[in-house]
């Protein structure tokens, strides 16, 4: 007797292959597939109670302390760009320094933001580089704006992200990251190896927090 397929799949890879990972005010499951954590589609925050969380970040585009932080994405990432790339960072926020600090250092950059920045006409055309940082542990349909990033890319472009990275269960239970109220998915090493793997891209691993793929000039 074939055991009843669950109530939701992964959001990432659409596999129905999952299990319960760890509980404690919420319910994460972990895929088999691609080894995405996750939270129970139904204790996701609505829109208006994300938007107030999000409200109360307080990001200031010339903060020091917040430039080094995104600081350890920018310096590789600009590294490995021909000068005057454009590019688009990807979930901003309501301060949106690293896009004013790849501008500062000559790369042409603009910004979205479901929230804050909500020109959808700018996720229509291709970027040398996209940059996604601390954002993607927020998406409700990682497979969906996985997807979309990667169109938005240019062949040989780069997509820079910046999110922690799930570790074993134990550090799983323990860990802070999972317990922001807006946090719902969970990557690891594993997970984007995976994804790397699936879509013919080259992918570097900096720092504890720092992911950078390569879309190759063919694909």
């Avoid at 829109?47 to 917040?66: F, R």
């Amino acid at each position: 007797m074939s055991l009843p397929l669950p109530a939701f799949c992964c959001p990432l890879c659409d596999s129905p292959d999952h299990a319960l990972f760890h509980q404690d005010h919420r319910r994460y499951h972990k895929c088999a597939r691609c080894r995405l954590i996750f939270v129970e589609p139904g204790q996701r925050l609505s829109h208006d109670a994300e938007k107030a969380e999000y409200d109360l970040h307080q990001n200031d585009t010339q903060d020091a302390g917040y430039r080094r932080f995104l600081s350890r994405l920018a310096t590789p990432l600009m590294a490995r760009l021909a000068p005057g790339s454009e590019g688009l960072d990807f979930g901003c926020g309501p301060g949106p320094a690293l896009a004013a600090m790849l501008n500062e250092a000559g790369f042409a950059v603009t910004t979205y933001d479901p929230y804050y920045a909500n020109h959808a006409q700018r996720l229509q055309r291709q970027y040398d580089f996209v940059t996604c940082t601390e954002a993607i542990e927020h998406f409700y349909s990682p497979g969906n704006e996985w997807r979309r990033l990667l169109a938005m890319l240019r062949p040989g472009g780069w997509l820079g992200l910046m999110t922690k990275l799930a570790r074993d269960q134990a550090a799983f239970a323990t860990w802070h990251y999972k317990q922001d109220p807006t946090h719902v998915c969970f990557f690891s090493r594993d997970t984007f190896a995976w994804l790397a793997q699936r879509d013919g891209l080259g992918i570097e691993f900096i720092g504890a927090d720092v992911i950078l793929l390569h879309k190759p000039e063919s694909l």
